[in-house]
């Protein structure tokens, strides 16, 4: 199962035949065991950001959505207590660990990832826990 | 002021562990030749041309030999000029970067196997941008 995450901002670029192109596209795939200590982390997260949000009328409707956006549920986050810092640079590992291809052929290395805005980070990060991580907890899983 | 001695090395995406202190290039100005035209009077007027054969980069960097950067090597030597090198770093809160592209190994290259042995890297590319 792969899902495409499309770049909001046009800055990143990627060495290709000798070349520097822009990327357009990543490509995210299903983790395996062997990313295991991201996803749990950033799992974990999630809940953790629900029971600190628990009595908040914002976060009970944005988790009895059947269709979580991204950006939904970076915003559920960053309300919590949770340290984003921290999400947010697990994330850049478990992406780093490939589960992510430029354009769908260049593995995402970390001088690749320094050149990523903040704003497609975060919603990759998103659409990562969407549609592989929370799959199972928000019912919704997605095939391209 | 700080000089920059901090240099990452990025060759086809992948961050390249180096010797510090063993990078330099060349910016791909090329040379220039000053000549002199007579005109008579025992007076001269500089002609300044461009050598175009010489509008190239070089960029070069050692490291250290271990089995899988010998591999690596291999790897940008047999993709003959469809390799990139990317050069960034920072000084002063300023931001450095010089992008090497259709770069090539050009050289025989020498590894040299042993507990102190650094292995040099030449690439030979089109101009820096």
Request: glycine letters at 6%; zero cysteines; charged letters at 20%.
């Amino acid at each position: 199962m792969e899902v495409i995450y499309t770049l909001e901002e046009n800055q990143l670029l990627y060495a290709k035949d000798g070349d520097e192109v822009q990327a357009e596209f990543i490509t995210l795939f299903a983790p395996s065991s062997k990313q295991l200590k991201h996803t749990t982390f950033l799992k974990q997260s999630f809940f953790r950001a629900l029971n600190s949000l628990q009595g908040d009328s914002k976060a009970e409707e944005s988790t009895e959505q059947p269709e979580m956006k991204a950006g939904d549920l970076m915003a559920m986050l960053y309300m919590s207590d949770v340290d984003m810092n921290v999400v947010l640079l697990t994330a850049i590992e478990l992406f780093k660990s490939g589960v992510a291809l430029v354009d769908g052929e260049q593995r995402l290395t970390s001088p690749i990832l320094d050149t990523m805005s903040q704003n497609d980070l975060e919603l990759m990060t998103g659409t990562y826990l969407v549609n592989f991580t929370l799959a199972s907890v928000l019912a919704k899983t997605k095939k391209i | 002021m700080n000089p920059l001695s901090n240099i990452a090395v990025t060759v086809n995406n992948d961050p390249i562990a180096i010797v510090p202190n063993s990078v330099s290039y060349t910016e791909g100005f090329g040379e220039q030749n000053m000549r002199a035209a007579s005109i008579g009077g025992a007076s001269v007027e500089s002609v300044y041309t461009d050598d175009l054969e010489t509008f190239f980069s070089m960029v070069k960097f050692e490291v250290y030999p271990d089995i899988d950067m010998v591999k690596l090597i291999r790897g940008w030597k047999s993709s003959r000029n469809q390799n990139t090198v990317v050069l960034t770093g920072t000084s002063d809160g300023k931001t450095f970067r010089r992008t090497f592209k259709k770069a090539g190994i050009v050289g025989n290259y020498e590894v040299a196997l042993g507990s102190d042995t650094t292995v040099e890297i030449e690439f030979q590319s089109a101009a820096a941008v």
